[in-house]
Structure formats: structure tokens, C-alpha cells
């Protein structure tokens, strides 16, 4: 099966500047999660999506950064407007419905904020 | 409050060694534990998880709910072992579950 795609692979912009990100799930997944992942550091859940709702997003920065899940399909994360400390990897990733299940990652998006 | 904590940063041993990654949880629930490990340039991926009691490429982790540990041992490294492992928990919520990650090992194993 086809795995998570994510595009940008890379991303340099400066502060103050936006930056989407974009997300496609394996098909039939229902849950889709964002990570951020500061060098050194192990993947921070950004925001969890169930089919096309919110269900956690209590550690996303919502002042500046917005998530949304089109259809319950496709996702984008964007950062409006990044500052230095948003350099990170994004990571998006995806499992069915149920307990204990495996994630799927994708191959993350480097940010680089000037 | 939910946690995970690898107390090492980097963990490097020789190829044939045998090689314990620690983990550590902070959870109320009944925990379930994941390892997920990324190799050079690849995604992170899936190891194994407590809930199956499977050995995968020679590692194996054992819960320890007395001393809140999942550690995760392989009695001869190899040198294909060398990536970034990390501890993950499960965490149950009221209408939803999530996953909490540790802050990650680096295992290189030396030829």
C-alpha cells in the first residue's frame, strides 16, 4: 500500500514569513496526527485528527499555527507567522480506528526559520 | 501527568554485544508501551509493541509495571542496529486514545 506522502520535504523561510504544509493519509486511515520534532528531541503531538475533527490540539500554538483535515481526507498545517524556534521537522502520521494501533509516518517536512 | 523519559542520549556499543535501551513511563492507566526506532534516512517506524509479545529482529522488551520500565534488549547488536530508537506510551483518553513520545536513544554499534 501506499504510505503517507508529505510535501515540502524541505522549507527555508524567514521569521515572520507562512508556510503550509501538506499531509495525505493511507487511505481508509481515520486518525491523522501532525508532530513537531526540534533537534534532540522525540516527536511533540501538535494536533490528532478523527476523520475530519479536532480532538487534540492542546499543545498546537494557536495564535499562529492552524491545522485543518479536508473531507477527513488530506490534511495542512500552516504556520502563520513562523518565528525561530518553529525550526523543526513536521511529521504527519496516520492509523486506522482502534486501540494500540501502529502509526504510519510520513517522511516529514524540515523547516528552517531564518 | 503522562511521560516517558530515555535517560540516554547516545548508547554506543561493539557489534556481538549485547545492547538495553532504557525506557521509563509515568502513567496512571494500565500502560502500553511501543518501541519505534528510525534508521538513516528512512521513516520512523514501528518495532514492536508490549500488547503483542513478539520478538522483532532479535529485540524484545519486557513491561515492568513495579519499576515503570519498558526496556529494550537484543543480546548481539549488529550493526544494522545503529538508528534512533524511541519509547512511546499509549494514553487513553475519554473519547479519544493518544500516543506520548520519549525524547529518543541513539544507538550506534561499532563494527
Known amino acids: 500500500e501506499a504510505g503517507v506522502a508529505q510535501s515540502p520535504r524541505y522549507k527555508i523561510i524567514e521569521k515572520r514569513q507562512s508556510v503550509a504544509f501538506w499531509c495525505n493519509p493511507i487511505?481508509?486511515?481515520?486518525?491523522l496526527y501532525w508532530y513537531q520534532q526540534i533537534l534532540g528531541q522525540g516527536p511533540k503531538l501538535l494536533i490528532q485528527?478523527?476523520?475530519?475533527?479536532?480532538?487534540?490540539d492542546s499543545q498546537l500554538p494557536k495564535d499562529r499555527f492552524s491545522a485543518e483535515r479536508l473531507k477527513g481526507v488530506d490534511s495542512t498545517l500552516k504556520i502563520q507567522p513562523a518565528k525561530l524556534e518553529d525550526s523543526a521537522v513536521y511529521l504527519c502520521?496516520?492509523?486506522?480506528?482502534?486501540?494500540?494501533?501502529?502509526?504510519?509516518f510520513g517522511p516529514g517536512t524540515r523547516l528552517t526559520v531564518l | 501527568a503522562q511521560r516517558v523519559t530515555q535517560p540516554e542520549k547516545l548508547l554506543s556499543v561493539f557489534k556481538g554485544a549485547p545492547v538495553e535501551l532504557k525506557c521509563n513511563y509515568s502513567?496512571?492507566?494500565?500502560?502500553?508501551l511501543f518501541w519505534y526506532v528510525q534508521y538513516s534516512r528512512q521513516r520512523l517506524q514501528l518495532l514492536l509493541r508490549?500488547?503483542s509479545r513478539e520478538s522483532i529482529k532479535g529485540f524484545t522488551a519486557d513491561l515492568n509495571k513495579g519499576e515503570t520500565s519498558f526496556h529494550l534488549k537484543k543480546p548481539f547488536a549488529q550493526e544494522e542496529d545503529s538508528a534512533m530508537y524511541y519509547c512511546a506510551l499509549w494514553v487513553m483518553k475519554t473519547s479519544y486514545d493518544k500516543v506520548i513520545f520519549g525524547p529518543g536513544t541513539s544507538l550506534s554499534v561499532i563494527p
Open positions: 502513567y496512571s492507566g494500565s500502560p502500553e
Open positions: 485528527f478523527q476523520n475530519n475533527g479536532v480532538v487534540d
Open positions: 487511505s481508509g486511515h481515520a486518525t
Open positions: 502520521a496516520s492509523s486506522p480506528r482502534g486501540a494500540y494501533n501502529e502509526q504510519f
Open positions: 508490549h500488547i
